[in-house]
């Protein structure tokens, strides 16, 4: 189960305010003892040095009755144990005990610092009142220039007392201060983080594609805007899903009404889109999530692929598949990675030019065959008049025209059928004439003809030097026939 991130950053709120109070606690209970126990020592002292001005020139029995009376009303006025010491130990005065049943002082740690120092300080346990006390002695110097010190004493229970008390106090504020932290931290953090938490499960929804999904404007200002700008960003994407679902379908609508096999490859070479004459061709495999490897057997259409990724371009080629030819292209989706693979039948336009390429073919051997005949036996007739000789170099003129015409044909249907293969060469159009032009020369002069050549120089043309050198020679064979008088022309 996922914890919302309300009780996350409350829970962190909790536990961050509680160490902060916690170690608040610890050093104002530290603290207020040493600073509680420094101000009753100081005050202790005071009252001492108080006490020091109180006492007579003299000490005798009487001056002491005296002192023991004050120390007396002063205990009951603060509370505390007032004795009065000689510079050997010896108590004289005492507000709460019998100073004949008293010890020697002069051992006592208090009194040997203030008889060094002029003030000493102990917290020990009293054996004369069985409970551990506070003690502050002060040194003072009688008529006679010798030491006193005056000893105040305050039980460490009524210490405890007063600093518990004050504890408590302090401990209670504390905790009811965390208690308002905690409440004002709630309130805080579920006014930030509530809105917050209907932005996130909105934004849930829409990545679901539940783009009708809307905000309450809710109560503070700044909330009200953004779940504004929120539900207006949710109807936009709306109307743009809406859109693109419309052009999706009618991709797809497309897709399948094209005749041809159509496939899109994605940038990892798996299929995403198709339409059914792809999916027939690779019936019964699905072409859902498969790579095109996974649907193409032909090694060629998988080399096609292949070049065009590596390449970056369109590549064409004619395939043989499942007993049929195909026009196959790939593609490159110029925005992406992806490929697109269209496949052509162009089984029956193959088989029409085969046979029309066999009919050229025959047709061409049909007719050659008479017409050689007729040129053969119109050069063997021999006339006498001029204008029956006349008539018979019309016919063997028009026949040898039929005749280049049929061997064009022939020509022709061999490249179609890929039994005449071309190479290709630049060649210099001047030096392909010097090598054909000697050939006409005798049959120009005879004739009385005059031939010019108006080419620029060093013009050059790529193909193949023989079937060029064919060409041309029929060009000029042909020329020269049909030509009575006059000028060749070559431009």
Not at 288 to 314: A, C, F, G, Q, V
Request: aromatic content about 10%.
């Amino acid at each position: 189960m996922k914890t919302s991130a309300f009780f996350k950053y409350f829970l962190s709120f909790f536990l961050a305010v509680l160490c902060l109070f916690g170690s608040l606690l610890t050093v104002i209970f530290r603290r207020s003892k040493t600073n509680y126990l420094y101000f009753l020592t100081n005050q202790m002292k005071q009252l001492n040095a108080t006490l020091g001005q109180f006492i007579p020139e003299e000490l005798n029995r009487e001056s002491l009755q005296k002192i023991s009376w004050k120390l007396g009303r002063l205990k009951e006025a603060y509370g505390l144990r007032f004795t009065l010491v000689d510079h050997t130990g010896r108590v004289l005065v005492d507000s709460s005990a019998d100073i004949d049943a008293m010890d020697n002082h002069a051992n006592r740690p208090e009194i040997r610092e203030a008889i060094a120092n002029g003030i000493g300080t102990a917290q020990r346990y009293s054996t004369t009142l069985n409970q551990s006390m506070l003690y502050v002695a002060t040194v003072l110097r009688d008529n006679q220039g010798k030491l006193l010190v005056i000893r105040s004493s305050l039980p460490l229970t009524d210490i405890r007392t007063q600093l518990g008390n004050f504890s408590s106090l302090v401990f209670w504020s504390v905790i009811a201060s965390l208690i308002i932290s905690l409440a004002l931290g709630f309130w805080i953090s579920w006014m930030v983080l509530h809105p917050l938490t209907l932005v996130k499960k909105g934004l849930e929804k829409i990545s679901l594609g539940e783009f009708s999904v809307r905000l309450p404007l809710g109560t503070t200002k700044e909330f009200a805007q953004l779940a504004s700008y929120f539900n207006e960003m949710a109807s936009n994407l709306n109307q743009l899903f809406s859109l693109l679902k419309n052009e999706q379908e009618k991709i797809v609508r497309v897709f399948s009404s094209i005749s041809d096999a159509v496939c899109l490859f994605s940038s990892s070479t798996k299929a995403v889109l198709w339409n059914t004459s792809f999916s027939a061709l690779t019936a019964p495999v699905n072409p859902e999530d498969k790579t095109y490897w996974e649907l193409l057997p032909e090694s060629e259409l998988i080399e096609m692929l292949d070049n065009s990724w590596k390449d970056n371009r369109t590549v064409t080629a004619e395939i043989s598949w499942q007993n049929r030819i195909y026009l196959a292209t790939v593609v490159p989706i110029l925005s992406s990675q992806e490929r697109l693979l269209l496949l052509r039948d162009i089984t029956e336009i193959k088989t029409l030019d085969k046979q029309k390429s066999e009919f050229i073919a025959d047709l061409a051997h049909q007719l050659r065959t008479p017409l050689t005949a007729i040129k053969g036996f119109a050069e063997t007739i021999t006339v006498q008049e001029e204008k029956e000789r006349h008539y018979l170099d019309i016919i063997k003129k028009h026949t040898d025209r039929l005749i280049a015409l049929i061997n064009d044909l022939l020509l022709l249907s061999k490249i179609e059928n890929g039994k005449v293969r071309f190479s290709s060469e630049a060649i210099r159009l001047e030096e392909l004439l010097q090598e054909v032009l000697p050939l006409f020369h005798k049959e120009i002069e005879n004739k009385g003809l005059k031939l010019t050549v108006d080419l620029q120089p060093d013009l050059e043309i790529v193909g193949d030097r023989f079937y060029l050198q064919q060409m041309l020679i029929n060009l000029l064979d042909n020329a020269v026939k049909y030509t009575e008088k006059g000028e060749i022309k070559l431009t």
